[in-house]
């Protein structure tokens, strides 16, 4: 997942923390991540709230166009080269496959380079193209391996797709595949879990993210099953500790809430870890481009509009995007740090965190086996990390 979905979002005006400023003069900085929304899809899953547009083949060049002009205005924020790239969506791979090369080829060269994939859209030439362009790692959605899930949630692909799309990425070379896969879909029993977990775990992929299934405002999919999903909160823990169990048996690590990896002892000692992810929970900086992409730089956060003629007209005339910009206090920023870091199995550093933790909330997590605290760190315990979030809002100020 990218920065639309993972990467803290500037709050709506009605939440804003501070008046919103007039758009800041950006200043030269050295980011070394770079998000890029690719927002096309064929159709729109009736579960999911990103920021997408149907169709549209005649505008992915233009679309392109205006995502190199959006470069161009920001390309002094950013380190050459990258450490990550991260061509998220929408369905990257659905784009025009020229404009796609075109856009791959004009990007500033990263260790990383990520790209999104729906499993119908992967065909063998297109796999070529992706390793011969430079992407090192595919994230290839498949959501679940039963048609009667896949029909619950809308999705096009199925199992067999995923299958031809992960063989063609194998043939292609890639040694770096991600599969995305839902849980507490509705219908879904403890046994269908399982055998989603197993037919992933056939296919041998580098790393793992298994989401629980969210009922996101105003989606056809919240309105059609919102309460059969409230209904089943609970299961969704046995579910959650399943997929954890299941994953670290199989010699996956459990690295952060819900992404998992091979373990470097059974990874020839490669860190898998999706690094573009990690710099978001670490807190570091990163710049989007594209329709409704955020960035934060230092003490600012803005996010791009999401109207694709409003922003391809506004970059394609020369001028920056509209967009809405956040100030980021320190204090904000450290709360912010403290509960995407204590996602990660990592400890976290508390040099300069310190005010961004409520003491007797600390304390009492770690009376109840839910936090570990060390000199100069803090992590979850296991027990802490099912728990999750409701620990991190206890420990934070
Ligand atoms: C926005 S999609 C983009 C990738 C690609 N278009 C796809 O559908 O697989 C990225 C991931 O977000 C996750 N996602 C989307 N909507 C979600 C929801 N309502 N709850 C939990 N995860 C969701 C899915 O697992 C999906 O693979
Ligand atoms: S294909 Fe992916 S991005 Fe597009 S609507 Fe479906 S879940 Fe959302």
């Known amino acids: 997942m990218g920065a639309v979905d993972h990467a803290p979002r500037p709050s709506s005006p009605g939440e804003q923390r501070a008046p919103a400023p007039a758009p800041p003069e950006l200043r030269p900085a050295n980011v070394s991540h770079l998000y890029v929304h690719l927002p096309f899809c064929a159709h729109r899953c009736g579960y999911c709230d ?11 060049d233009r679309y392109v166009d205006a995502l190199l ?5 920001e390309r002094e924020l950013l380190a050459r080269p990258l450490e990550t790239l991260y061509l998220g969506g929408g369905t990257p791979t659905l784009t025009r496959t020229g404009a796609l090369l075109r856009l791959l080829a004009s990007l500033p060269p990263a260790a990383e380079v990520t790209v999104e994939a729906n499993p119908e859209t992967v065909t063998s030439p297109l796999a070529r193209a992706l390793r011969d362009g430079g992407v090192t790692r595919v994230s290839l959605g498949a959501q ?5 899930l896949l029909a619950t949630l809308g999705r096009r692909a199925g199992a067999a797709d995923v299958r031809r799309a992960v063989y063609a990425l194998r043939d292609a070379s890639f040694d770096n595949i991600s599969l995305d896969l839902l849980y507490g879909i509705p219908g879904q029993s403890a046994a269908d879990l399982d055998a989603d977990l197993a037919q992933a775990l056939a296919l041998e992929p580098e790393h793992l993210s298994c989401y629980e299934l969210e009922a996101k405002p105003g989606t056809r999919f919240t309105h059609r099953h919102g309460a059969e999903l409230g209904a089943q909160a609970e299961a969704l823990e046995g579910y959650f500790e399943h997929v954890v169990s299941r994953l670290t048996a199989a010699g996956y690590r459990w690295y952060e ?7 470097p002892s059974v990874a020839g000692g490669r860190d898998l870890r999706a690094r573009h992810n990690l710099a978001y929970w670490r807190g570091r900086d990163y710049v989007g481009l594209g329709i409704g992409a955020v960035s934060t730089v230092g003490t600012r956060r803005w996010r791009n509009r999401p109207s694709l003629r409003a922003y391809v007209g506004a970059l394609l005339r020369g001028a920056r995007p ?7 206090p320190g204090p904000v920023r450290e709360r912010e740090r403290v509960l995407l870091g204590l996602r990660l199995d990592e400890p976290l550093a508390l040099a300069g965190l310190e005010r961004a933790f409520d003491a007797a909330g600390l304390a009492r997590a770690e009376r109840l086996g839910l936090v570990e605290h060390r000199p100069g760190t ?11 979030g409701a620990v991190t809002a206890d420990v934070v100020a």
């Open 50 to 60: 990103f920021v997408t547009v149907v169709g549209r083949a005649e505008e992915h």
């Open 69 to 73: 002009a959006e470069l161009e205005l």
């Open 144 to 148: 679940s391996f039963r048609p009667d």
């Open 257 to 263: 809430t819900a992404n998992f990896c091979r373990a």
């Open 322 to 328: 509209a967009r809405e910009f956040e100030e980021l």
């Open 378 to 388: 803090v992590a979850l315990t296991r027990r802490g990390r099912f728990v999750g």
